[in-house]
């Protein structure tokens, strides 16, 4: 057989640890046991494959090993305590043995995950850790907080779960979409987390669009028929498929209309452009499938000149509808400006209160530039400068405000 | 079966209710405490007197020392609470979505350590 490669047990590691874990939490009832279980698996994986070749099915091999770990260890503790890990052992061994509806463990693991007793903080920290395998300190560097701090929100999160009793399942059809919601919105701020421009751990933040959008297609393939499920999917796949050239080699931020479109991923944009036609033609329009849709006009034009804004704007419209925002309303008028001026667009902008966001003074500023109203645009990027915290849009903004004319 | 504590937490929702009001809520109340027995989700509840009848025991040096007054600084203080058996936290949740409806009040749901035998 042939030997394997350590990058392939990397890949099967993870592709398949959120699997395996979902399945012993399942079988046992216990996340930490589930956990150690399945990367003691991993461990011997390890150790095995590189002589014996992959196992015919790696998945079913990982959990078969992770189960028989987990007795093994339950037996070891209940002939040290006895009654308590007798009882969960016996649990155990009431479970089928074959591996049944996996990916509906997964599922149920993921809205466990998000369930609206957990701060967002937690959810996006639980799923990253027990659905995507990340470590407690792959995750620390993504959202730039210092690893104790992670390692002790994961814990209490955990504890919670066991203690408050969070259910492990898919939540009943009339609970569905809001619990839904919390899990796409958790999987959305993971994808933004890493697409955010930054000057920080730039290996984290891929691992972290990677991971959301295998998250998005675990749950496009669990949830078929919610639209918003392929929605924002596809989203992430457009947004994907600019990322590269999203900033330059040294780090500064380029803006869409001047990308290197040719470097656009293809693959990434006609997945993409294939799942906004399939909500399309589902006619169920929502937020996210909306602005895959505005993503996927985008991705559309060989040149920024070539782009249909018209057809942008409708779709801003029509988000409005389903998503009244002011944020909303801001990026609508960013359309508005390309279709009827900057003129209108200004005015639809100073309608709006958003003056603690950087971006509604960015934007502003812009305008009031394309109206040579220099003076004017200067305030606006000091305004823009004073609320961003990114380093890599400070320094564009910066660059902004110094090219405006004297 | 797991055990929870819902405690009622009353000023921050309605320091001043009107008595229509309260007669609204003792009747919502009385009308959720007899879903809980019919459900067998009852364990036990009891309405409170306000925090200024309260007193606090506790030991100073070795000596019992009561004092006047809540435990706690600070306007929050619990009004109520029920004591709800229930299959997991989403059952518990259902329950406490009743009850801050019945009592127009903000609810917190909290785990006990231990499961009844």
Known sequence: MAAVESGEIERVFREEYGRAVAVLVRGFGDIDLAEEAVQEAFTVAVQRWPATGLPPSPAGWIITTARRRAIDRLRRDAARQGRHATAALLHAGSEPTEEGPVQDDRLSLIFTCCHPALATDVQIALTLRLLGGLTTVEIARAFLVPEATMAQRLVRAKNKIRAAGIPYRVPAADELPGRLRAVLAVVYLVFNEGYRASSGDALARDELCTEAIRLGRLLADLLPDEPEVVGLLALMLLSESRRLTRTTPEGDLVLLADQDRARWNRELIDEGQALVRSCLRRNRPAPYQIQAAINAVHSDAPTAGATDWRQILQLYDQLLLVAPTQVVALNRAVALAEVEGAAPALAAVDRLGLDGYYLFHAIRADLLSRLNRNSEARRAYGAALALVSNAVERTFLERARGALPA | ?117
């Open chain 2, 1 to 117: 079966m797991k055990q929870y504590l819902l405690s009622v937490y009353p000023a921050a929702a309605q320091p001043d209710a009107s008595p229509e009001a309260m007669q609204t809520i003792y009747r919502d109340v009385d009308a959720l405490n007899s879903e809980l027995q019919t459900a067998g989700a009852w364990v036990f509840a009891g309405g409170l007197h306000p925090e200024s009848t309260a007193s606090v025991v506790r030991l100073k040096d070795g000596e019992v020392l009561t004092t006047d007054g809540p435990f706690a600084e600070g306007k929050e203080h619990i009004g109520g609470f029920w004591v709800i058996k229930a299959e997991d936290l989403d059952a518990a949740l259902a329950w406490a979505a009743k009850a801050t409806r019945a009592c127009a009040a903000p609810i917190e749901v909290r785990p006990f350590e231990d499961e009844p035998s």
